[in-house]
């Protein structure tokens, strides 16, 4: 079992950047598949990137590709995802998730879910 907690959430202006942190419980970090997923008001949780056990493999989602970039240390067992030239439409709670599997990109593939962390983009 992994547990997860997010860090690095917050307010910041159209254009700026936010790096979230996802440190993970345990001494087996490196067997997950980790993800970041969001949620808005209102819409259902969402994808928006994901990266594979050893970190060779990342998906992005399309609103995302080229703004932001997901990594992970596993010596540190966290998971990273840097967000830049944010945008009001990013404006949502975002959470980190695990998957018992060596990649995964559906929600429904992850076992292990942090509280999640605001994320709000100011026009």
């Known amino acids: 079992q992994v547990q997860l907690v997010e860090s690095g959430g917050g307010l910041v202006q159209a254009g700026g950047s936010l790096r979230l942190s996802c440190a993970a419980s345990?001494?087996?970090?490196?067997?997950?598949?980790m993800g970041w997923f969001r949620q808005a008001p209102g819409k259902e949780r969402v994808i928006v990137a994901a990266?594979?056990?050893?970190?060779?493999?990342?998906y992005y989602a399309d609103s995302v590709k080229g703004r932001f970039t997901i990594s992970r240390d596993n010596v540190k067992n966290t998971v990273y995802l840097q967000m830049n030239s944010l945008k009001p439409e990013d404006t949502a709670v975002y959470y980190c998730?695990?998957?018992?599997?060596?990649?995964?990109?559906?929600?429904?593939?992850?076992?292990?879910w942090g509280q999640g962390t605001q994320v709000t983009v100011s026009s």
């Open positions: 345990g001494r087996t970090f490196s067997s997950y598949a």
């Open positions: 990266v594979s056990r050893s970190g060779g493999i990342t």
């Open positions: 998730a695990a998957a018992m599997r060596g990649y995964a990109t559906m929600a429904g593939h992850y076992e292990y």
